[in-house]
């Protein structure tokens, strides 16, 4: 596509419920990345994918987070038995290669109640 | 750890004018920098870039400028409009797999 697209945009759940955010990268970018970035706060990183290499997972806050990329394309990140704390915005970024030319998706704002 | 800070949280300038935004760094192995502009409701937006061989780069209506002496990078908009108001961030990479990012400058353009 012509964007890193993200769905939903916006979602609410319920404290304990597990959720699924999905990120479209654009197509041909070999790298991809998931950052989290908490009201008025910078972002976070959480995990980055690159070709078929395992992805680098050391961003990850606990083992209630984890992701999956298939085909080497579209990517889900899924977080179990969401917590209060998990309440921010889930950006996801690709680039064709390491760094450069980062393009990040408009996010999802994730809102636990 | 390793981080980059910004030293400004809120920037408020009048229209037409020139904005500074700065940044500094701790890492000194950092060879690549970014700025990133981001409104309200969007994902961070790619501005300029800049490598550590380098200590000044120009685009369209910015500038960044790369202090490796003192690790200090800063973003400078010509003739502030109020379509520029707007977080902005610094990131740094040093040849790892992902950009560490600094925690925003918000910046105010005053009609």
């Known amino acids: 596509g012509a964007g890193v697209s993200q769905s939903p945009s916006n979602k609410v759940t319920e404290k304990g419920k597990d959720v699924e955010l999905r990120c479209d990268p654009i197509s041909g970018h070999t790298a991809l990345y998931w950052y989290r970035q908490s009201l008025g706060q910078g972002l976070e990183f959480l995990i980055y994918f690159q070709g078929n290499s395992a992805p680098d997972k050391s961003g990850l806050p606990s083992d209630r987070f984890s992701a999956e990329r298939t085909g080497g394309s579209v990517s889900t990140l899924t977080i179990q038995r969401t917590q209060q704390e998990d309440s921010a915005v889930y950006l996801c970024?690709?680039?064709?290669?390491?760094?450069?030319?980062?393009?990040f998706g408009s996010g999802t704002r994730l809102t636990v109640v | 750890g390793e981080s980059v800070g910004l030293h400004l949280p809120t920037l408020s300038v009048q229209e037409g004018d020139n904005s500074i935004i700065n940044c500094a760094y701790s890492?000194?192995?950092?060879?690549?920098f970014i700025w990133y502009k981001q409104e309200s409701g969007k994902g961070p937006q790619f501005i300029i870039d800049i490598r550590s061989n380098m200590d000044k780069r120009q685009g369209q209506r910015v500038t960044v400028l790369l202090n490796k002496t003192v690790k200090h990078l800063s973003l400078q908009i010509a003739a502030t409009q109020p379509g520029d108001s707007a977080v902005y961030f610094c990131?740094?990479?040093?040849?790892?797999?992902?950009?560490?990012f600094g925690g925003g400058t918000r910046l105010m353009v005053k009609p």
């Open positions: 990131a740094e990479n040093n040849a790892g797999n992902m950009l560490t």
């Open positions: 970024a690709s680039s064709p290669d390491r760094v450069n030319g980062y393009t």
């Open positions: 890492n000194s192995a950092s060879d690549y």
